[in-house]
């Protein structure tokens, strides 16, 4: 008889603390920063939430990154950058809120990180600013994870002021890359949080 109390009991305790555990995990975060002055990067930057927020048991800050803190840095399972193209160069305010990451120790080593940019036409940079960024990433020892397809393989661009493209708004077209960029990061970290 006593065994079997003793069961019971060691079966409850087991019980409340793993109800304990779970309600004191926290969902990882991803950190979607970015700098616009006209709203296209923002715009861009408002469909990678979308497509992250698609995806359960993951949250998200979308923050201009002249209001990113640093320990909403820190914290982040991902960090998405998005930029706007600066005469082939990733803009100035972007590549300073890089520098000021801490790099003593390594702190962001092995997070998640990502990138998108616009850019005002074809073969104005959008690449180049991509792998600008994505280097900086590298050398903070941060995983890069591209787009959900060929054409976003680096991750989402836009083309914003060229041809068809020349318009207010960011087309449909570059959007979907965005949030397929925003569904695939968060389905990542999940898939590495398990």
């Known amino acids: 008889m006593k065994y079997s109390k003793l069961k019971v009991f060691v079966f409850f305790i087991v019980l409340l603390t793993s109800i304990e555990l779970s309600f ?36 998200f800050i979308l923050k201009p990154i002249s209001e990113v803190k ?9 960090i998405i950058l998005g930029s706007p193209v600066y005469n082939g160069n990733v803009a100035p305010e972007i590549q300073e809120f ?38 900086s990433m590298m050398i903070h020892g941060l995983i890069i994870v591209g787009g959900d397809s060929v054409e976003s393989a680096f991750g989402a661009s836009a083309i914003t002021g060229e041809g ?15 949030v397929g960029l925003g569904r695939r990061i968060s389905a990542t970290v999940v898939d590495r949080s398990k």
């Not at 995990?25 to 950190?31: E, F, G, K, N, R």
């Not at 068809?164 to 965005?178: N, R, V, Y």
């Open 24 to 59: 004191g995990q926290s969902s990882p975060t991803i950190l979607i920063a970015y700098y616009s002055e006209s709203g296209k990067t923002q715009s861009m930057a408002e469909a990678v939430a979308k497509g992250v927020d698609e995806i359960e048991k993951v949250d």
């Open 98 to 135: 890089i520098n000021s990451w801490p790099f003593e120790g390594r702190p962001l080593k092995d997070k998640i990180g990502a990138v998108f940019v616009t850019g005002g036409g074809f073969s104005i940079g959008e690449e180049a600013v991509m792998m600008s960024m994505i280097r």
């Open 164 to 178: 068809d493209f020349d318009g207010g708004e960011i087309q449909d077209i570059f959007l979907k890359k965005a």
């Open 70 to 78: 640093i320990d909403e840095v820190l914290n982040a399972s991902a």
